[in-house]
């Protein structure tokens, strides 16, 4: 089983989307200037200030009922978890087998030479305009490995996403609207492959009418409960 998780898993533990963290100090920052590969060369510290915030924001929240869930399901099945978010929220509930194909928050890594960081990150209570990011012994600038526009997605991890969706005997999507591709083309993957595809969302999205089945709740109401339902979903 293959789990392709978004936005919306997250957002019921209390996850800021993109949008909403753009309120107070960054209400009138042009997300381009913060989220591309040509703000950070412009205004490093800007960046910088910014993914600081959310990495210390997301370490506040817990995995909710649908993480646990996912994670539970490993008692059960083979189970890997493609997502498009970049917080470890699936990891801290238990996930062994997670694919980032946008990237973490959690880990970090040189600009230059692309070295993976494990040093120290300093701590920041409050949010700030501008915070400058620590060095590489190379003397490159420490980033998020996250994926910001005019970047590819990691290989690594989008190579294992599309080998954990064709090698599925079911995908479920879950809180992902379906419209950011390459990511959104995985499930339709499976569709075009015969493999059954359950949708969790309370919205209708594009993948709704060729899935297989769509489940018009909230994620941490329907996975704790729905390997049991599979049954008589599928029949």
């Not at 997301?58 to 978890?81: G, K, S, T």
């Not at 994926?147 to 479920?172: H, I, K």
């Amino acid at each position: 089983m293959t789990v392709c998780s978004g936005a919306g898993i997250s957002a019921e533990s209390g996850v800021p989307t993109f949008r909403d963290v753009e309120t107070g100090l960054w209400a009138k920052v042009d997300p381009y200037e913060i989220s591309s590969a040509e703000g950070w060369r412009e205004h490093p510290e800007r960046v910088w200030a910014w993914y600081l915030w959310r990495h210390h924001m997301m370490r506040a929240v817990a995995p909710n009922n649908a993480h646990r869930a996912v994670a539970a399901w490993e008692d059960y099945a083979d189970v890997h978890v493609v997502t498009q978010n970049v917080d470890n929220l699936h990891e801290r509930a238990g996930s062994s087998r997670v694919y980032h194909v946008h990237g973490s928050l959690f880990d970090f890594r040189c600009d230059e030479c692309q070295s993976a960081y494990a040093g120290e990150i300093p701590a920041m209570p409050e949010p700030a305009e501008s915070v400058t990011p620590p060095q590489c012994e190379c003397g490159g600038l420490i980033r998020p490995d996250v994926v910001w526009f005019g970047e590819a997605l990691p290989d690594d991890a989008w190579q294992q996403s599309v080998d954990a969706v064709v090698g599925a005997d079911l995908v479920v999507a879950v809180g992902t609207s379906s419209v950011v591709y390459p990511a959104a083309g995985l499930p339709e993957l499976a569709v075009a492959n015969g493999t059954p595809v359950i949708e969790v969302n309370p919205e209708p999205t594009p993948l709704s009418t060729s899935a297989t089945v769509t489940l018009r709740e909230s994620a941490a109401t329907v996975l704790p409960g729905l390997l049991q339902r599979l049954p008589a979903l599928l029949s």
